[in-house]
């Protein structure tokens, strides 16, 4: 897969480097220029919208995020655990917000007030209802990334919160 980076600075991104791309992790393996490529799984293919993409779509950049850096947000890993669909996209003064629906195998990682990464982006949750979730959007983030281009049905990227994942295993690890 080759990406143009467009107005994302790769001049400190260096073959083996991580980008993330519409929230999945992948390693830099050519640079060019403002290009790059990565090789794609199948495995990265078969849970991520990865393979639905077509030439020019756009997708969501971040470089890896280096330990001395500040945080500004949640951690994510760019490691996706599925793919959701968007339910409803509704108006909330100068915000929307967006509803979302996911597997149910993966519905049990999200909590109100949690934080969820959603085509790359990392969210705070409001509400959970089942296998259904809302955030709200502030029009800075619909403007900077993808989801100004999203409607109702389109499938995105979900990686649930990392700390939940490791909580589930521990606690299955535990038990006899």
């Known amino acids: 897969m080759v990406i143009d980076a467009g107005q994302l600075d790769m001049a400190d991104v260096a073959i083996g480097d991580s980008v993330c791309v519409a929230g999945v992790c992948l390693t830099a393996v050519a640079i060019e220029e403002?290009?790059?490529s990565a090789d794609v799984s199948v495995e990265t293919l078969s849970c991520t919208t990865?393979?639905?993409l077509e030439n020019?779509?756009?997708v969501n950049l971040e470089k890896s995020l280096r330990l001395a850096d500040r945080l500004g947000?949640?951690?994510v890993s760019g490691h996706v655990d599925g793919v959701g669909r968007v339910v409803s996209v509704e108006a909330d003064a100068r915000s929307q917000r967006w509803r979302f629906e996911v597997p149910?195998?993966?519905a049990r990682y999200i909590a109100a007030?949690?934080?969820v990464c959603i085509d790359g982006v990392s969210l705070t949750v409001n509400d959970v209802a089942a296998n259904r979730f809302?955030?709200?959007l502030i029009p800075h983030t619909i403007d900077a990334t993808t989801f100004c281009n999203r409607r109702v049905g389109d499938a995105v990227n979900i990686e649930v919160d990392v700390i939940a994942r490791y909580l589930e295993r521990?606690?299955?690890c535990d038990r006899p």
Do not use: C, I, P, Q
């Open 34 to 36: 403002s290009r790059f």
């Open 50 to 52: 990865l393979g639905t």
């Open 56 to 58: 020019g779509d756009r």
């Open 73 to 75: 947000g949640h951690l």
């Open 104 to 106: 149910a195998n993966l």
């Open 113 to 115: 007030k949690g934080s």
């Open 134 to 136: 809302g955030v709200n």
């Open 170 to 172: 521990m606690y299955s």
